[in-house]
């Protein structure tokens, strides 16, 4: 059985870095309204290859969109989407909206994906923290909302929901006013040293805990530890090891893109792959908060609606 793209083996244990980036950006491209099709051309101008040697394809390319294991995640006995145990080179929220698109293509009439910026805890509630997620209105209009809790307790307060373009916009105004100050292309390359060495600590983190989930289960099978104890390291092990690979996949995001030239930044701004933009997003902002409106149907940002917590970079806004 060939390995499947993006990994260096059919095991599925680490991602093969010459395949990833490239993966990462077929997705942005086919999220961007790209077919599969078109998708292939590009790939194939770009000198990339399956991994048996063979040009990409319509097909090739909508079966690789369509494995969750490019997310890191596979299927359960119930047809749920659940964590696999390896790495994954793109987000839960990449790999939902490739399925979104995919339906989109089978029904005329249903909407298309929308690619979320803020997701994967870029944005969070005001009033709870809790994160927020894109989710659209009963009228297809695409949102942040703050998920009330469900029967299991998860969730936030449900009280805080925002329109995607309209967040988004705001956002993107400020990075782009951030990248016009001078000097902020250097401040942005000693940032991107840093993510670097970030990025290799967090690979040593997930073969540790790797290690000590091999460990937990020989123990187990040794009959070492009770069943109790096993199910609870590996519940641990394995909700760190979700926890750090999603870090991981945006601290290399961060780390590897390029602005280029990019003399019209407005224009690069709105036409740069969502991956770009979002390694950009997460490398200026901890956090972005956002609080409820003063009343329902406003369309304007409100001061102190959207709170900008920059990160502590010499140079850059709100930094001391």
Same mark, same amino acid.
């Given at each position: 059985?060939?390995?499947?793209?993006?990994?260096?083996?059919?095991?599925?244990?680490?991602?093969?870095?010459?395949?990833?980036?490239?993966?990462?950006?077929?997705?942005?491209?086919?999220?961007?309204?790209?077919?599969?099709?078109?998708?292939?051309?590009?790939?194939?101008?770009?000198?990339?290859?399956?991994?048996?040697?063979?040009?990409?394809?319509?097909?090739?390319? +909508? @079966?690789?969109?369509?494995?969750?294991?490019?997310? $890191?995640? /596979?299927?359960?006995?119930?047809?749920?989407? !659940?964590? =696999?145990?390896?790495?994954?080179?793109?987000?839960?929220?990449?790999?939902?909206?490739?399925?979104?698109?995919?339906?989109?293509?089978?029904?005329?009439?249903?909407?298309?994906?929308?690619?979320?910026?803020?997701?994967d805890g870029a944005?969070?509630?005001?009033?709870?923290?809790?994160?927020?997620?894109?989710?659209?209105?009963?009228?297809?209009?695409?949102?942040?909302?703050?998920?009330?809790?469900?029967?299991?307790?998860?969730?936030?307060?449900?009280?805080?929901?925002?329109?995607?373009?309209?967040?988004?916009?705001?956002?993107?105004?400020?990075?782009?006013?951030?990248?016009?100050?001078?000097?902020?292309?250097?401040?942005?390359?000693?940032?991107?040293?840093?993510?670097?060495?970030?990025?290799?600590?967090?690979?040593?983190?997930?073969?540790?805990?790797? +290690? @000590?989930?091999?460990?937990?289960?020989?123990?187990? $099978?040794? /009959?070492?530890?009770?069943?109790?104890?096993? !199910?609870? =390291?590996?519940?641990?092990?394995?909700?760190?090891?979700?926890?750090?690979?999603?870090?991981?996949?945006?601290?290399?995001?961060?780390?590897?893109?390029?602005?280029?030239?990019?003399?019209?930044?407005?224009?690069?701004?709105n036409t740069a792959?969502?991956?770009?933009?979002?390694?950009?997003?997460?490398?200026?902002?901890?956090?972005?908060?956002?609080?409820?409106?003063?009343?329902?149907?406003?369309?304007?940002?409100?001061?102190?609606?959207?709170?900008?917590?920059?990160?502590?970079?010499?140079?850059?806004?709100?930094?001391?």
């Amino acid at each position: 059985m060939p390995r499947l793209y993006g990994f260096d083996d059919a095991s599925r244990r680490r991602l093969r870095d010459d395949e990833v980036d490239p993966l990462r950006q077929m997705v942005s491209r086919a999220l961007e309204g790209q077919s599969n099709a078109d998708v292939a051309v590009w790939a194939n101008g770009e000198g990339y290859r399956g991994t048996l040697g063979g040009e990409w394809k319509d097909a090739s390319v +909508g @079966r690789l969109f369509r494995n969750p294991a490019i997310a $890191g995640l /596979r299927y359960d006995d119930d047809g749920k989407l !659940v964590d =696999a145990g390896h790495p994954g080179a793109i987000t839960r929220q990449e790999f939902l909206a490739l399925q979104e698109r995919d339906q989109s293509r089978k029904k005329a009439d249903a909407a298309p994906p929308y690619d979320y910026l803020l997701v994967d805890g870029a944005c969070t509630c005001g009033k709870c923290t809790w994160a927020l997620q894109g989710a659209r209105t009963n009228a297809g209009t695409p949102g942040y909302r703050c998920r009330p809790k469900d029967k299991d307790g998860r969730g936030g307060c449900g009280e805080v929901r925002m329109d995607a373009e309209l967040l988004e916009d705001y956002v993107g105004e400020n990075v782009v006013a951030e990248l016009l100050k001078p000097g902020i292309r250097k401040q942005i390359l000693k940032a991107q040293e840093a993510v670097r060495a970030q990025v290799e600590r967090m690979k040593t983190t997930v073969e540790e805990l790797e +290690g @000590r989930r091999t460990e937990a289960a020989t123990l187990y $099978g040794q /009959r070492q530890i009770s069943s109790d104890a096993f !199910v609870t =390291a590996e519940r641990e092990i394995t909700a760190n090891l979700k926890d750090t690979r999603n870090r991981l996949r945006y601290a290399e995001q961060m780390a590897n893109f390029s602005l280029g030239d990019a003399r019209d930044l407005v224009r690069w701004w709105n036409t740069a792959p969502s991956a770009s933009k979002r390694a950009i997003t997460r490398l200026f902002f901890e956090n972005i908060e956002v609080f409820p409106a003063s009343a329902r149907g406003i369309r304007t940002v409100e001061p102190g609606r959207v709170v900008l917590h920059w990160r502590k970079l010499p140079g850059l806004s709100g930094s001391l």
